[in-house]
């Protein structure tokens, strides 16, 4: 079974903090995800990386950055937490080539105070 | 560009009746297409995908989908419905690897 942890399930963390969020799966998979979701927004596209040190901005990179140092741990970084960043963050892996499907982590809900 | 719209943020029916989620989308190329659920608390788990193959595709927990060309659908079914199906469901497009595109969910709720 493809397993995607994250770090926490529940964060809560003030303004202007630096916050990071952990990804870590184990299945020697390529490509991850970072999305936040929102009521009435769906999932929307922070951030992907298709290898070690590589990474592409998704729709909303704005506020965030991510590192990718190993192949199993990609980490989603707040550099100044604000209120508007306060959502539920879901780290997703690509099952395969050519699969084109995505298997998701259990979520951290972040609340910035 | 690919886009998924789904109609009805909440959707409401009884133990043991018809579930129908609609969702239409848009693709400039032969999509994947995808529906996913979320229990509360969780992330997203698979319920099945469309892949260019058999037009009508079965997944998880009784549910299936009709990948409908000429509608640009992919409507979610399940004959009868059961309290464990609340949760919110989304449907999702993807063209390549590093491109899916999720609808903006509906919440079933399911009345005993």
């Known amino acids: 079974d493809v397993k995607v942890t994250q770090s926490s399930r529940y964060l809560v963390k003030r303004t202007g903090e630096k916050v990071f969020l952990e990804c870590v799966q184990d299945m020697d998979h390529e490509n991850m995800f970072w999305y936040r979701q929102d009521p009435g927004l769906g999932l929307r596209l922070i951030y992907f990386s298709y290898d070690v040190k590589m990474k592409e901005k998704g729709d909303i990179p704005e506020g965030y950055s991510v590192s990718r140092e190993k192949k199993e741990r990609f980490s989603l970084i707040l550099e100044s937490a604000s209120t508007n960043q306060t959502s539920m963050y879901l780290c997703?892996?690509?099952?395969?080539?050519?699969?084109?499907?995505?298997?998701f982590g259990p979520g951290t809900r972040l609340t910035v105070t | 560009a690919q886009s998924v719209t789904q109609l009805g943020s909440h959707v409401s029916v009884s133990e043991g009746a018809l579930v129908l989620l609609r969702c239409n989308y848009s693709s400039s190329v032969p999509p994947y297409l995808f529906w996913y659920v979320q229990y509360p608390n969780q992330g997203l788990q698979l319920l099945l995908k469309y892949t260019s193959a058999a037009t009508l595709v079965k997944g998880i927990n009784g549910f299936e989908a009709e990948f409908k060309k000429s509608e640009t659908s992919f409507h979610l079914t399940k004959p009868s419905a059961h309290m464990s199906d609340a949760a919110e469901y989304f449907c999702a497009v993807s063209a390549n690897n590093n491109d899916m595109r999720f609808g903006a969910g509906t919440r079933l709720t399911v009345k005993p």
């Open positions: 997703a892996t690509l099952t395969g080539t050519y699969s084109y499907e995505q298997y």
